[in-house]
């Protein structure tokens, strides 16, 4: 019988770890395979390592990985697929957001022969100026990076075991896991989902949050960012060149007139904006290339019941 790996990653959702299980367990033992389940407590500061390890203590097929600090969903999903021994994966978030009645659909795409069976949700709840800001992201990402990434397509899918050691090979530090899953290729099959709201517990992502992830799928898939900014200085050096032009020709027409405020000003705010736009862009690269060369591990395990395990 094969098995199949499912990776929770939890930050702060008490809550919801035991109710995730049950609800799990429903779907799972009606399924003709073996199966573990993962939680991966990310740094949290409340009681879900707790409840974690009370689940660990009463089921075999309970693993766990208890992280040093909370380092982030990516690095939390990344330690898990590190550890699991299954032939394939399904990567859930621990909120009940991710039905786990798709399970059963998922297994029979990866039985289809599908290396990745991903889960679509609709966006049926979302405010509309989420939805809008959500599809005009999407639109521009698609257009400026390498890869495809779907409106609704997130973390929750299957992973074959070629996908999940495909993943595991990617060693960036700076990890956009949407972005990662299509860089990879391989044979993709797509289901959809009603999307399910937050019953317990408040979301982890704040606006703050989805901005920066926003900016991460920018950078981390392509050079464009920078091309822009190497186009648009030379499109101010060249309005700027006529401007001088036209300038100088009025003088030599018309004498030196009383200095202008405005297009001082205009000029000043205008260039500055620019520089200091191109200046935040190629920081980012920067900042990132400094992050790659220190080679700092994703991740530090404070506790664990599971080894490390990659099956090439």
Request: hydrophobic fraction near 40%; include cysteine.
């Amino acid at each position: 019988m094969k098995l199949i790996s499912i990776v929770v990653p939890a930050y702060n959702e008490e809550a919801n770890i035991a109710a995730m299980y049950d609800k799990l367990m429903q779907e799972l033992e009606s399924l003709p395979y073996r199966y573990e389940i993962m939680f991966i407590n990310d740094g949290s500061s409340d009681n879900t390592l707790q409840e974690i390890l009370k689940l660990a203590e009463a089921h075999e097929h309970i693993k766990y990985i208890s992280l040093t600090r909370n380092f982030g969903k990516e690095s939390a999903m990344l330690a898990g697929l590190k550890r699991i021994k299954g032939d394939a994966a399904i990567v859930m978030d621990s909120d009940l957001q991710h039905p786990p009645t798709l399970i059963g659909e998922m297994i029979q795409g990866y039985e289809e022969g599908f290396n990745q069976v991903v889960a679509k949700r609709s966006r049926t709840g979302d405010s509309k100026v989420r939805s809008l800001f959500s599809s005009l992201y999407y639109k521009i990402i698609n257009s400026i990076t390498d890869v495809d990434l779907q409106d609704g397509e997130g973390d929750f899918r299957l992973l074959s075991r070629k996908a999940i050691n495909a993943i595991l090979a990617l060693s960036e530090s700076n990890r956009f896991s949407k972005g990662l899953f299509s860089w990879i290729g391989l044979s993709k099959k797509t289901i959809n989902y009603e999307n399910v709201l937050r019953t317990d517990g408040d979301s982890k992502w704040s606006f703050s949050n989805l901005v920066n992830y926003g900016i991460d799928g920018i950078i981390s898939f392509n050079m464009k960012p920078l091309r822009i900014c190497f186009y648009t200085g030379f499109l101010v050096l060249f309005l700027s060149l006529i401007y001088i032009f036209f300038t100088l020709y009025n003088i030599m027409k018309e004498g030196i007139g009383a200095p202008g405020y405005f297009t001082t000003i205009t000029a000043i705010l205008l260039l500055g904006g620019i520089q200091l736009i191109s200046l935040g862009v190629i920081g980012e690269y920067i900042g990132r290339i400094y992050n790659e060369t220190k080679q700092r591990p994703h991740f530090l395990v404070d506790i664990s019941n599971a080894d490390e395990y990659h099956e090439s």
